[in-house]
């Protein structure tokens, strides 16, 4: 497994320019250096649009939306100049992790026409307005607003391929995030309303020759298996679509952690590991 290098297309959050993260960038990526990393996507989130849809530690600490959209700002300048500084040693792209809230249609390709990033992560943390992956109990009130779990699952792949079709992000983040706190989730995800949108989601990502996120954050936390779960992985497969792995780093503990796990699982399942990297927005 040594010869496969890692990368990352999903990592890279800093305490700098994320409030439930830790160290500065500049650290952060000097940790990808030392472990040889060829290259790497920082994908920082972005502002929040509205009060409401900050994230629960965001509220708690008072942080604006002025002061987020500065901070968001800030990061773009420091990843550019990071891009710069180390661009001998490793390539940087300078990428974001959107949201899929109500106007995020608009509030997106704004951004991306302010801020030009190298490539989007589309991610979904909320489902109708509502938060589902800060705690367990965020997400069994967002569950019981929308009508039970798997109403929650078929929103949840609704508004994800809503997101892909219009958005077309080079990486589709943590595709199956919803199952975060749901013990069941082996089960839900075969029952057939909720498969049919999973495999109709996955055809929209081949079509569109995205790139899938396998993203090894979840076994921090102590899941069983990274987002991807093992069925949903063997479609992607099937289908042909480019699965890279992403640490979804939030400081240096968690760069590369698992990563050794990932490439392992990836290579034995077959998929490409000469890992692809993501359209640019500039191409």
């Not at 320019?17 to 830790?22: G, K, L």
């Not at 001998?88 to 990033?117: H, M, N, V």
């Not at 949108?197 to 995205?210: H, V």
Request: proline share 5%.
């Amino acid at each position: 497994m040594q010869s496969i290098p890692f990368v990352s297309v999903h990592g890279g959050h800093s305490g700098q320019f994320c409030h439930h993260a830790t160290n500065t960038l500049e650290e952060i990526i000097q940790q990808y250096i030392l472990l040889k990393f060829p290259w790497v996507g920082i994908t920082e989130h972005v502002p929040a649009i509205r009060d409401a849809l900050r994230y629960p530690d965001q509220i708690a600490a008072g942080l604006t939306l002025e002061f987020l959209m500065t901070r968001f700002r800030e990061y773009i300048t420091e990843c550019r100049r990071l891009q710069r500084k180390y661009a001998s040693e490793i390539r940087i792209f300078t990428a974001i992790e959107i949201e899929t809230y109500s106007g995020y249609e608009q509030f997106i390709p704004d951004l991306i026409a302010t801020f030009q990033p190298d490539y989007l992560v589309g991610s979904v943390h909320f489902v109708d307005d509502m938060g589902f992956d800060y705690s367990r109990e965020q997400y069994d009130r967002t569950a019981a607003a929308v009508g039970g779990k798997d109403a929650l699952y078929c929103r949840y792949f609704d508004q994800q391929y809503e997101m892909i079709k219009l958005l077309q992000p080079a990486v589709v983040g943590h595709f199956d995030l919803i199952r975060i706190f749901d013990p069941e989730y082996q089960s839900r995800l075969r029952q057939p309303a909720i498969m049919e949108r999973i495999r109709r989601n996955l055809a929209l990502i081949r079509d569109l020759d995205l790139i899938m996120d396998f993203n090894l954050r979840s076994l921090l936390k102590g899941a069983s298996e990274p987002y991807i779960s093992r069925p949903i992985l063997q479609i992607a497969r099937d289908m042909g679509i480019a699965v890279v792995p992403g640490d979804d780093s939030h400081g240096l503990d968690s760069v590369a952690a698992n990563m050794d796990t990932g490439v392992a699982i990836l290579a034995a399942m077959g998929f490409d590991t000469n890992w692809r990297q993501p359209k640019l927005l500039t191409c």
